[in-house]
């Protein structure tokens, strides 16, 4: 065993951070899924309308978050990687995977919210607005269907909420006077949420500053992570299942199938396929499924002629002249002789795949071709970033870093991959 | 002997050349189809509460989007084999003038990309294999990786920021300044150059870093073989063996890369243009797809692709020129 930071090591420094900055958050969420399975027992009907992406995404987040120890633990045997020393790419790998995996978790904030445009428009970085909420008038006996969404609502916040008002300054005298840029404005004490008679003043903190709408960077960076690395998988698992399949009916078949698709993969290869893309997204709108399909169907053909070029090889070789005698199928012959040998070349190859496809989605975006509206994306938020690049330098330089280094990362851990393959070109 | 390779060589080619010009045909009849698939129509926009569907059928006839698409296929076809694209339906000229008038600009800014993504890549690999420095060596490897990450946009954008608007050094968009018609000739060039600078630099840093990468592993992989060995072993001068015999062997394996890196650099001023806003064939392609103007969005996917495949075909002529045995490898 060396000595030295190892990947297990940050994985469990960064869930303890969490632990440790979300704990109340944590427990919200828990005790809300509690109150949902008993809600499940007397009102079912009720219960499943409450299901939206929102609520199931959060609990399946706390749900794995707190699983992610003991099944770690429990498939030891299995991850040995873990115990290799930790590198840059490892390091920013892993970042990458917890703020996919626990976005509801890490940022408390909903993406989409904006109030109060003229306070919290293009805040810079660290700066703080004041936060009053308006005294909703408890009801003393909700039903239980009543309390639930009261606490839903608390505690999966919305996009849009009436309750909530932002202020530059607030100042507490008989009245409740606050300030929104020049205006005053007056709002009697027992309208607002209070403590023993004091209004609750929080402070409303803005690590990345905020957009023209007033939303929150951070959380828009931390569910733009989500957009960016769902894209990059589903594409990257449609063009292997097409490549594999493909490559493996031409290698092993030949023919016409395998003349047509050489012209065919000749002709994407030689193309700016960009073009395409954004000629086919135009056209047919676009949204996640679309990206996702468009770039998964013309990211294929590298890994097509791999596979293809390897599958012709081991047709050649004596085992596998063997294991069709013993009357293998096709599936199995794929699955248990050609899959272990090209494992490795398709995983070099998917790496890059990956980075190419998150490339290509933060580039539609740009070009607002992307993922649409409903979820922040990278290249969107530098897009509209543009626009304010005078006044608002942190709306283009935080998803451009984030972008870059994800890009960086991938890019650097698939050269390494390929040099531990490919020994002939020397460090 | 000589004879047999000559006609061997004619006949790859030739074939080459057929296979060339049935993906660009195949290419084409793609993009009708598609085009044709795609919901929404062109001729919607004419529809108007004064005029009713009138003038919007007259449109359409005068387009001959009302016959079959069978029939317009083929006439678009016959079309394309005599030379004729259409005509633009935003612009009412014929697609190949409109084209023609956007296209010379990416070329003229592509390939001057180009030549300095080569050059510079080459110097840069050349200028490190000769400093051997383990140190430098690492530096620029990550570096070249760093750069190649950066995402077009992103790195536009920032360059915008840091040179236009906060520096003030540069134009923040477009290719000539106001007063550009008025100057004589040498300002004008300056002119222009002052405007590229930008967007020179946004569309071959990542070719650079690219090109680098494998110019520095050919030159690697050249430098440890045996010939090399043998030739410092006879004392020749270090920097002749690098010019004379490093040098021209490491470069061969660059030229197919470098029929690749074409089509980056044609997808990449796409986006270039759009940042910069210039006047160039990816912004024409993404204004006609929004305003739906089909046989200008088919014309500039047709050029993109031609270009493309001429590209190659030359890459595959500039390969067989350098070294004959590679005629194996073209025809797959």
């Known amino acids: ?427 | 002997m000589n004879k047999v390779l000559k006609s061997e060589i004619i006949r790859t080619l030739f074939i080459r050349f057929l296979s060339s010009l049935l993906t660009l045909f195949l290419l084409v009849s793609f993009l009708f189809f598609i085009i044709r698939l795609a919901p929404g129509d062109p001729t919607d926009k004419y529809v108007s509460a004064k005029l009713g569907s009138e003038l919007s059928e007259r449109i359409a006839e005068k387009f001959s989007l009302n016959q079959p698409v069978a029939d317009q296929y083929f006439a678009f076809v016959s079309n394309i084999f005599k030379g004729d694209l259409g005509v633009s339906y935003n612009y009412r000229l014929p697609v190949f003038n409109v084209i023609w008038e956007y296209f010379s600009f990416t070329l003229i800014f592509a390939s001057i990309s180009f030549i300095l993504q080569l050059s510079l890549s080459i110097w840069c690999a050349v200028w490190v294999v000769r400093k051997q420095n383990k140190w430098v060596e690492k530096f620029t490897s990550n570096f070249s990786l760093f750069v190649y990450s950066i995402p077009a946009f992103v790195l536009g954008v920032t360059l915008i920021y840091v040179f236009s608007v906060y520096l003030d050094l540069f134009p923040i968009s477009g290719l000539t300044s106001l007063d550009h018609d008025g100057l004589s000739f040498f300002p004008r060039i300056f002119d222009l150059m002052h405007h590229l600078i930008l967007p020179l630099i946004t569309l071959s840093a990542g070719g650079v870093a690219l090109f680098y990468k494998y110019a520095k592993e050919s030159l690697d992989e050249i430098k440890n073989q045996t010939f090399v060995v043998n030739l410092r072993a006879s004392g020749l001068d270090e920097n002749i063996i690098l010019k004379k015999h490093i040098l021209p062997n490491a470069i061969r394996p660059l030229i197919s890369v470098a029929g690749v890196e074409l089509g980056i650099i044609l997808g990449g001023t796409l986006i270039t243009e759009v940042i910069f806003s210039l006047p160039g064939m990816g912004r024409l392609a993404i204004d006609s797809i929004l305003s739906r103007d089909y046989p200008l969005v088919i014309g500039c996917v047709f050029t993109a692709g031609a270009v493309m495949i001429l590209a190659n075909f030359l890459a595959d002529l500039v390969k067989l020129k350098i070294d004959k045995r590679m005629i194996k490898g073209i025809l797959n």
């Open chain 1, 1 to 427: 065993m060396k000595s030295g930071i190892k990947i297990i090591h940050w994985i469990i420094f960064l869930w303890l951070c969490i632990i440790i900055l979300r704990f109340d958050l944590i427990v919200d969420y828990l005790s809300l899924i509690f109150n949902y399975f008993g809600l499940l027992t007397s009102d079912y009907s009720a219960a499943i309308a409450f299901l939206n992406f929102g609520f199931v995404d959060a609990s399946l987040s706390v749900i794995l978050f707190i699983l992610i120890i003991p099944l770690i633990i429990f498939f030891r045997k299995r991850l040995q990687f873990l115990t290799t020393r930790l590198n840059f790419s490892f390091t920013f790998l892993i970042l990458l995977g917890f703020v996919f995996l626990f976005a509801p978790i890490i940022s408390n904030e909903n993406p989409e919210f904006s109030k109060n445009i003229s306070v919290t428009k293009l805040l810079p970085p660290f700066s703080s607005v004041k936060q009053l909420e308006l005294n909703t008038g408890e009801a003393q006996n909700l039903s239980e269907v009543e309390a639930f969404r009261n606490e839903l609502e608390r505690i999966i916040k919305p996009s849009f909420s009436n309750n909530i008002i932002l202020a530059d300054s607030v100042i507490i005298a008989d009245q409740v006077i606050y300030y929104q840029k020049n205006d005053r404005f007056e709002i009697a004490k027992k309208l607002l949420l209070s403590e023993s008679g004091i209004p609750i003043i929080k402070n409303k903190f803005f690590l990345l500053g905020t957009d023209e709408f007033g939303r929150d960077l951070l959380a828009r960076l931390i569910y733009g992570t989500r957009i960016s690395i769902t894209v990059g998988i589903g594409a990257v698992i449609l063009s292997f299942i097409i490549g594999i399949l493909l490559g493996f009916v031409a290698g092993y078949r030949g023919g016409i199938l395998d003349i047509s698709l050489n012209r065919f993969t000749e002709m994407f290869l030689a193309f700016p396929v960009i073009y395409l893309i954004v000629l086919i997204l135009a056209l047919f709108g676009s949204s996640i499924f679309s990206v996702i399909i468009v770039l998964g169907i013309s990211g294929w053909m590298s890994l097509f002629k791999i596979v293809k070029s390897e599958v012709l090889s081991i047709k050649q070789k004596d085992y596998f002249a063997t294991a069709e005698l013993v009357g293998l199928n096709k599936f199995q012959l794929l699955k248990k002789e050609i899959f272990p040998v090209i494992i490795t070349p398709v995983l070099v190859n998917l790496i890059f795949l990956f980075s190419n496809v998150i490339l290509a989605e933060a580039a539609l975006s740009y070009l607002g071709l992307g993922t649409g509206n409903s979820y922040p994306s990278w290249g969107s938020m530098i897009s509209s970033g543009q626009e304010y690049i005078t006044k608002a330098w942190w709306l283009i330089a935080f998803p451009g870093l984030a972008l870059i280094l994800t890009l960086f990362t991938f890019n650097s851990s698939g050269r390494l991959l390929g040099k531990a393959i490919n020994p002939r070109i020397k460090q």
